[in-house]
């Protein structure tokens, strides 16, 4: 492994960019296209599940950035890095724990479906702020 890290470091150093842009863009339609596939399935999801994941989003979010008030630079991002961080392990321990049982992985999957949707808006409007501050 050593040796080929030294070996093509500049080729590897090239195609990151690239293959960072490709590897996000097969996640998303991973993900899209597991729900789609997966249709009936999360049409069978009560109500309050979907509800309760929104709000499990919301206050993954908002608590840190609550808390770190007199962070102004950094309280954002905390947020966002706050309430994403666990949909990785939650995911891992699905698959492997409950491969029986596909509505768990289903809902952990909705559930960072609709975070990066959230995510997204909060970040951007984070961002819209920041350019706004900076400009005056």
Same mark, same amino acid.
């Given at each position: 492994i050593f040796f080929v890290r030294n070996?093509? #470091?500049g080729i590897a150093i090239k195609l990151k960019p690239a293959i960072s842009v490709i590897s996000n863009i097969f996640?998303?339609?991973m993900m899209v296209l597991t729900l789609i596939l997966h249709w009936n399935l999360l049409m069978n999801f009560r109500s309050e599940v979907i509800f309760s994941a929104l709000i499990f989003i919301l206050v %993954? &979010? &908002?608590?840190?950035? =609550?808390l770190f008030i007199k962070d102004k630079d950094n309280r954002l991002l905390i947020g %966002?890095? #706050?309430?994403? *961080?666990?949909?990785?392990a939650a995911a891992t321990i699905a698959a492997v724990s409950f491969n029986n049982q596909p509505k768990i992985l289903l809902m952990i999957l909705t559930v960072s479906f609709f975070s990066l949707i959230? %995510? &997204?808006? &909060? #970040?951007?409007?984070?961002? *819209? #702020?920041?350019?706004? =501050?900076?400009?005056?």
């Open positions: 070996r093509y #470091a996640m998303g339609l %993954l &979010f &908002f608590m840190p950035y =609550l %966002l890095s #706050a309430s994403q *961080r666990n949909l990785g959230i %995510l &997204f808006v &909060f #970040a951007k409007m984070g961002n *819209r #702020a920041t350019n706004k =501050l900076n400009k005056t």
